[in-house]
């Protein structure tokens, strides 16, 4: 995949086509994801490398825990109106 050319500094927001900032030299990223293509030729290749064929490959993926645990940990805010 080609590399993306525009980049972002992290701390003041200047553009640049450095990774390293031109205003502060501090790092720079990448201002925008790849694009992706339905097309991509080297899919396959990624697969193999990823060995996501593999039965045991989905095990190895994170999970969310379950909306009851999400709900027993959620920290619930209620806003006074009278402030």
Same mark, same amino acid.
């Given at each position: @995949?080609?590399?993306?050319?525009?980049?972002? *500094?992290? /701390? *003041?927001?200047?553009? =640049?086509? =450095? +990774? +390293?900032?031109?205003?502060?030299?501090? +790092? $720079?990223? $990448?201002?925008?994801?790849?694009?992706? =293509?339905?097309? /991509?030729? #080297? $899919?396959?290749?990624? #697969?193999? @490398?990823?060995?996501?064929? /593999?039965?045991?490959?989905?095990?190895?993926?994170? +999970?969310?825990? =379950?909306?009851?645990? @999400? #709900?027993?940990?959620?920290?619930?805010?209620?806003? /006074?109106?009278?402030?």
């Amino acid at each position: @995949m080609a590399k993306q050319l525009l980049q972002q *500094c992290l /701390d *003041c927001n200047a553009w =640049s086509l =450095s +990774t +390293t900032c031109p205003s502060c030299g501090k +790092t $720079a990223q $990448a201002a925008a994801p790849l694009k992706w =293509s339905p097309e /991509d030729h #080297r $899919a396959e290749l990624r #697969r193999k @490398m990823y060995n996501v064929e /593999d039965s045991s490959w989905p095990q190895s993926l994170p +999970t969310l825990p =379950s909306l009851e645990e @999400m #709900r027993e940990s959620a920290v619930i805010k209620v806003i /006074d109106e009278e402030e």
